[in-house]
């Protein structure tokens, strides 16, 4: 029922998310942030059972850390698309992780952002834009009708809140508020709607 | 919607007179939904053999991955590349190691085995999702196999040259594709003779 997507162009990416946690008939909050921070220039914006998703960001960005401290450096933004990959597909078979999420983020040394999208089987593709869930049924058509080559951060933005505007208008789920997170090659910008 | 049909695809590979060509779609998809326009299906093995892969994209990711880590260790210990047809049972027995908990993939292997004096044997292999192999003249696999496989008996001829077998391949997948609805969106051909490997994106209906 979460709602996430994204949006990449040649040097930001924005991903955006609802902010409701849901039980049974229930809103039991509505201002969840589900978009986790790996580090000052990568967040991964997570769809699913909550629990799964709390316990698969703070894994992963445990996991993260842990190599940052053991080698100096940290993963870059591909191999931690890919390092999540392994972990959902080898969790697939043996207690998987019911989370779906986009991976965004900006890479300094090829001086580009990229968007990656997994799902919870552990597929992974690079993706200009994306989306999980229903959101995906609603939201496609207006990131494709945005989108094109070179665009610019302000489009970017306007697309997210079309898409925003889209689900409030046609998703059953009343979904109140949403964040969004910009990044950049300056780092990550948190904006909430609603 | 079965295992193998979630994401969608569509792969041919045929042999020509020293060469052989292996086409995918390019299509990833979440049953109708598409995803991505530009999946990578076919990889490379060495500059003598490609393989495909069909079936479920997370699978295709991590078995691709499994062949890449024994096909390097197999470098390192024989200190050659592998032979395009020892690849084929290097497939084959790989997939049924894991026969009661398979990858769900369906891999179709391209390759040259060289015979020396200039001549090169094509090798062609399909298998199913645990491992059994045939060979043939032409290789089908994906949701489109069913498709594929009369318009291939159709385009065939013995002893193609490249360019007719480019033809062939390219002309079979994209009227396969244009039927399947999980596959298309795109396509790539892949033509291997003994010099080179030439690499052509097709465009294709987008749908």
């Known amino acids: 029922m979460d709602s996430v997507f994204g949006i990449c162009g040649d040097d930001w990416a924005i991903v955006a998310s609802d902010s409701v946690v849901a039980y049974s008939i229930m809103k039991l909050k509505s201002n969840e942030d589900k978009i986790y921070h790996l580090d ?49 597909a080898t969790a697939i078979r043996k207690g998987p992780y019911n989370v779906n999420l986009l991976i965004a983020g900006y890479d300094e040394k090829a001086e580009k952002a990229s968007l990656y999208w997994l799902d919870y089987f552990g597929t ?25 080559k070179d665009m ?19 998703f059953l789920m009343s979904q109140p508020g949403f964040v969004i997170k910009i990044i950049t090659k300056d780092g990550i910008k948190v904006e909430t709607v609603g | 919607m079965s295992i193998m049909d979630y994401n969608g695809s569509a792969m041919v590979a045929m042999k020509g007179k020293n060469c052989v060509a292996i086409a995918a779609d390019t299509r990833l998809s979440q049953q109708l939904c598409t995803i991505s326009q530009n999946m990578q299906k076919v990889f490379k093995v060495n500059d003598r053999c490609l393989f495909g892969l069909a079936g479920l994209a997370t699978d295709v990711a991590t078995y691709s991955k499994e062949l890449k880590m024994k096909t390097n260790m197999y470098k390192l ?8 047809s ?20 369906v891999p179709v292997v391209a390759g040259l085995d060289d015979k020396g004096d200039g001549e090169y044997e094509p090798v062609i292999a399909s298998y199913d999702y645990i491992g059994c192999k045939e060979q043939s003249y032409f290789a089908c696999a994906g949701t489109s196999q069913s498709f594929l496989y009369g318009v291939c008996e159709s385009f065939y001829k013995e002893d193609m040259n490249p360019d007719e ?36 994106n097709i465009k294709t209906r987008q749908d």
Request: with cysteine; net charge negative.
């Open chain 2, 77 to 84: 210990t024989e200190n050659r590349d592998i032979k395009a």
């Open chain 1, 40 to 88: 000052d220039t990568k967040v991964m914006a997570i769809a699913g059972d909550t629990c799964d998703r709390e316990r698969f960001a703070s894994y992963i960005q445990r996991s993260l850390d842990w190599y940052k401290y053991k080698n100096g450096y940290e993963l870059d933004l591909e191999s931690t698309a890919e390092f999540t990959r392994t972990e959902l």
């Open chain 1, 124 to 148: 992974l593709q690079e993706v200009k834009k994306g989306a999980h869930g229903y959101a995906n049924y609603f939201t496609s058509s207006v990131l494709d009708n945005h989108y094109k």
């Open chain 2, 86 to 105: 020892t690849f084929t049972d290097l497939v084959a027995t790989s997939l049924y190691e894991k026969r009661f908990g398979p990858y769900f993939v």
């Open chain 2, 165 to 200: 077998l480019f033809e062939a391949v390219s002309q079979s997948l994209l009227a396969a594709m244009d039927r399947d609805s999980l596959a298309g969106w795109g396509a790539t051909v892949y033509v291997l003779t003994p010099t080179e490997i030439i690499v052509k």
């Open chain 1, 152 to 170: 610019t951060l302000d489009e970017g933005i306007e697309c997210i809140k079309d898409c925003i505007k889209e689900l409030q208008t046609r």
